[in-house]
């Protein structure tokens, strides 16, 4: 799994929540929602993550806009490191 790719999906979504594009921020929210088991296939991220809640419920990540940035934080270290 290429972790740069993950990576532009996810910035893709933040960028659309912040702006506010055409999609409504709850569907936005829920893509970012649904896009993270494909990130629980790459071991190191799924290792990163094992401090999240294990299954983290959709009110909360909705609610937690901290949370969905320690996702993203924990994606950007893990493609920064295979750039070595």
């Not at 790719?5 to 929540?17: E, G, P, V």
């Not at 929602?33 to 990130?39: H, Q, T």
């Amino acid at each position: 799994m290429n972790e740069q790719a993950l990576l532009k999906r996810l910035k893709k979504l933040r960028q659309q929540l912040e702006q506010e594009q055409t999609e409504s921020t709850e569907e936005i929210i829920q893509q970012w929602f649904d896009f993270l088991p494909m990130l629980l296939l790459n071991d190191e991220i799924a290792g990163k993550l094992e401090d999240f809640p294990h299954r983290l419920d959709y009110e909360t990540f909705r609610a937690s806009k901290e949370c969905r940035q320690a996702i993203q934080t924990i994606l950007e270290e893990v493609a920064g490191s295979g750039d070595n």
